[in-house]
């Protein structure tokens, strides 16, 4: 079993920043990768970023590359999701997730999520 719970969600405004956390804890392997997905108001939760838990390869979805950047601290247990440049359209809650399944930008081969933080950003 694995337990994530994210923070740093909030209010900002277009063009500012927020970094997000995922705190892990209980069984976490440098096999896993971990995710962030979000879901807005009446849309399918979406691929976000991925890291392997080891600080390894990363990938993010086109809509974000450039703007936001995915990091693991493996002594503290966390990931973390810097996002800049924000724009209204990336309004969601934000998820992280883990899994040992190489499909990492498909939600459903994840096993494990956290509670979700709201990210808004107002024009």
């Known amino acids: 079993q694995v337990q994530l719970v994210e923070s740093g969600g909030g209010l900002v405004q277009a063009g500012g920043s927020l970094r997000l956390s995922c705190a892990a804890s209980?069984?976490?392997?440098?096999?896993?990768?971990m995710g962030w997905f979000r879901q807005a108001p009446g849309k399918e939760r979406e691929f976000v970023a991925a890291?392997?838990?080891?600080?390894?390869?990363?990938r993010y979805a086109d809509s974000v590359k450039g703007r936001f950047t995915i990091s693991v601290d493996n002594a503290k247990n966390t990931v973390y999701l810097q996002m800049s440049s924000l724009k209204p359209e990336d309004t969601a809650v934000y998820y992280c997730?883990?899994?040992?399944?190489?499909?990492?930008?498909?939600?459903?081969?994840?096993?494990?999520w956290g509670q979700g933080t709201q990210v808004t950003v107002s024009s």
């Open positions: 890291i392997m838990w080891n600080g390894g390869s990363t």
């Open positions: 997730a883990t899994t040992m399944d190489g499909r990492i930008q498909m939600s459903n081969v994840y096993p494990y």
């Open positions: 209980g069984r976490t392997s440098s096999r896993y990768v």
